[in-house]
């Protein structure tokens, strides 16, 4: 088991295979950063995999690969079928914005990935090119519909953004609910990459544009999960709202990150991180343990998104993976 400085026990494990991105979201990545990280300093997934052993071992039960978008790095599959071969029963996810799974979400899922959050900030196809800098709905629709049809469970994600996409928060609960997908509204995250013009909405602001059509309940926070549950109540239809400006976002934090590059990060908002890269590429298990070990202990208490002070955060969310 994993215990942080806290007292909280961190079973979750997100791993960003990449921060490169076929997209260029307002919110995440406007513009392709000054330079990528070069191919050489990225880990192998050879590495990436000895990580994930020492960290299983340890107590981690739950890996997301993420990005950047994590569909683009050569044999993701591969990867996922190591994960899955040293642990079958782990809950394996993907974080994804569902461009290129067309052609993926079969080969992913025999690979034995489990779980798919894909990004769906609009249905008019007009907003989601302006949302992501080029015109991608149709592929993502695609890719939807071919996640459902090999079996992988689906949720959504949508970031709603002021005078941009907010007049279809209700259009995105309905296209989940029409579908049995769970849809997860998450409050915008100012950070310092991210489009200077852009205005996230408040939690409160996208319940309220939910209510102009549906009366809603409370169902509450389920474990760990970062989503608050609400349901509708004409059908028991549950919905996510990812608030982390709100004071208790941070009390049951299970999880650490772990970039492309090897920086073990303990959380999402701050700067601090530590490599585990020269362990791994050593096979010096047992520093990589005292590095996660070491990490744990220092992880925050809380992030900055407070309610009060909209500071930014630097750290890049293509680089976190989210
Ligand atoms: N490329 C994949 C995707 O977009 O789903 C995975 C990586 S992306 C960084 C992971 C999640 O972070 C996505 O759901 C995305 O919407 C969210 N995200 C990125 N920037 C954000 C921001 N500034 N505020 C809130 N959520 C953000
Ligand atoms: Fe790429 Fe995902 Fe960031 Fe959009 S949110 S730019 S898809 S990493």
Known sequence: MLIDGHGRNVNYLRISVTERCNFRCQYCMPEKPFSWVPK???????????????????????????????????DLDKFIKMIYNYKNDIDLAMTTNGYLLKESAK?????????????LDSLKPEIAAKIAGKDVLKNVL??????????LKIKINMVPLKNVNDSEIVDILEFGKKRGIRVRFIEYMENVHAHSSLKGMHGREILEKIKEKYEIQKVGRIGSSP?????????GYKFGLIDPHKHDFCESCNRIRL?????LIPCLYFDEAMSIKEAVEKGDIEKAVEI?????????KENRWSEEATEASNRAFYETGG
Do not use: C, H, W
């Open 227 to 235: 989503a608050f549950l609400y349901q509708l109540k004409n059908d």
């Open 40 to 74: 050489e300093n990225l880990l192998s997934f050879e590495d990436l995999f000895k990580f994930v052993k020492v960290a299983i071992d340890e107590g981690i039960e739950k890996i997301r690969i993420t990005g950047g978008e994590p569909t683009l790095r050569t």
């Open 142 to 151: 695609d890719g939807i519909e071919e996640a459902m049809k090999v079996g």
């Open 107 to 119: 080969k992913l899922k025999d690979a034995g990935l489990k779980r798919i959050n894909i990004s």
């Open 259 to 263: 970039t492309a590059e090897g920086y």
């Open 292 to 300: 996660l070990k070491t990490v744990l202990a220092n992880k925050p």
